[in-house]
């Protein structure tokens, strides 16, 4: 899914039953991949794992993805 001009991400399944699980909107994950607070790559994996904080107050939003070319696949 293309996103916006900074982000293009596709979100699996089980990223969409999260996000609908715990009503967290995509544009929440779009900021936090755009301006992530911190950042990791999980060297057994090759994931890249964005953390930033939530619109809803002290809540932080943990996203892991891999990247294909310029998507991110969460």
């Known amino acids: ?3 916006s001009d900074r982000t293009s991400f596709e979100l699996t399944e089980h990223a969409k039953n ?6 967290i909107d995509e544009k929440e994950v779009e900021e936090i991949l755009n301006n992530p607070v911190m950042t990791y790559l999980d060297i057994l ?11 809803k107050p002290g809540h932080w939003l943990i996203i892991i993805y891999e990247k294909h070319n310029q998507l991110k696949r969460l």
């Open 18 to 23: 999260r996000l609908k699980e715990r009503v």
């Open 1 to 3: 899914m293309k996103r």
């Open 45 to 55: 994996t090759g994931y890249t794992v964005c953390i930033g904080p939530r619109t």
